[in-house]
């Protein structure tokens, strides 16, 4: 008997060791949900279907990086010009580099001081997605007959790549998980978040075309996970923050003032993520290595290691000062180009800045810092906006942090719920889509320098903020039931 009954109780605790905890099931069946919206959401798009037909077709800046990957898959090197230049024609380029120095050629790419010829965009994403690129050359094989457009090089199929992209879409969900969990407690919030940002936000519109900004969204999700909730592993944590802060230079210039924010926010969060000064030594080391390698990459190029080196050898630098104020309230109320009114629940970013501040001051300015300096950086650039539909790809990697102060402006509203707040944000969505039909608030910013018309928005934009934050402030005070008070 007493043998039966140790078989049974070893059984039992098998069984117990093999079944993962109720939170985790929870959270692979909610992120499963999620992945299959988002899957169900996409897979009827021209950009998810084309990858996987022959005779794709690509615009943009997307013929760009699928050179730069092409070159890197065939050659091994960043130089493109094997496969846009005969060797005659290679030659004399190199022979007039020899004489001139770099130069613009073509469509936004330079000939560097050894006569190869190089894309103005970094070659961060192609190396992501080499490998899947080299797979599909070796199972597709290109055909010459059967290619279309000017890119005669590529493979017949993406599939394998379109699955790649898939895979970093998926991974980008996982860690947005786990940052919103972290954060709120309540699953309709979290649900909610989610649908924002699979159906109202540029990720998904981006996630299957050639262009950085979701992949980089990938490991700025990364970064944040590792800063605000560090990984169990402590190894596997400072690898994670390096890889995070240290890679997303290599997708565009404009994200150092991201990894910057990501590391200024790693600085103010440390005690509070229990990160020692040695451990954070160790990281600038780290972050000093790795960057070794991405100054060099602009060192060959134009024989300057600055990041501007390779514009000014195109003969200009993509950003201005005096375009920053446009593409600052030009970002969020350009009828063609506002986030607000492509995306309305973006207005509980304001709301939620405010209330975080109150609830959370250091966490919150942790996210400020992370924010600000890439949102001005995209305001400043030429153009702002990137004259891009949907609106918002130069944004991407913020959407996250308007996600988690959005949810903050809902989370104060479940908790400390009263009719009063409920009509006060659903009379600011009701203005917005309001808006979308009458356009009283017409904002058409341009794109570079500043006209007296967009003097006039830009007075009025910041009206309409302060007008925003005051209203909240007002009500707060005076009119909600209850108010939140900073040891909530």
Known sequence: MKKKENEKS???????????????????????????????????TWDFQRLARKGALFSGDEPKYLRMVESLAKYGQFDISRIVLTPEEKEAVKKKAEQLG?????????????????????PGFPLLILPSYKLDSIIFPNDPKKASGRLKFLPQKLALTRLWLLGISLLSFILLFRLLDRLFFSLILK???????????????????????????????????????????RRANDFFLVCGIGFLPWFHQRFIPLSLGLFLALLFFRKRANISFKRIA???????????PYFYYFYHI????????????????????????????????????????AYPWVILFFFGTYLGWKKDRIRALSLLTIFIPYYLMCSAGIPWSGVTLPPGRFLMPLFPIFLIFGGMAIHNLIRDYSHLKLIFYVAYFSLILLNKLLWYINFNFTYSHITAEDLVWIIKSIGLILFMYGSLIIAEKFVFLKKLSPKD
């Open 302 to 341: 134009t024989g300057n290691p600055s990041p501007l080196s390779i514009s000014r050898a195109h003969g200009e630098v993509y950003a201005r000062l005096n375009t920053l104020s446009l593409g600052f309230f030009g970002n969020l109320f350009s009828r063609t180009m506002g986030i607000v009114w």
């Open 10 to 44: 070893e059984g039992r605790a098998i069984l117990n060791i093999s079944l993962p905890p109720p939170r985790k099931i929870f959270s692979f069946v909610f992120v499963s949900v999620f992945c299959l919206i988002f899957y169900l959401s996409i897979k009827g």
């Open 102 to 122: 770099p130069h613009r050629w073509g469509d936004l790419y330079v000939i560097g001081i050894h006569g190869g010829i190089y894309c103005l965009h970094m």
């Open 191 to 233: 649900a909610v978040l989610f649908m924002l940002f699979i159906l109202n936000s540029p990720f998904s519109d981006y996630s299957f075309r050639f262009y950085p900004d979701v992949v980089a969204t990938f490991f700025c999700l990364l970064a944040l996970n590792a800063i605000f909730y560090p990984f169990y592993e």
């Open 282 to 292: 160790a990281i600038i080391l780290l972050l000093a290595l790795v960057s070794l």
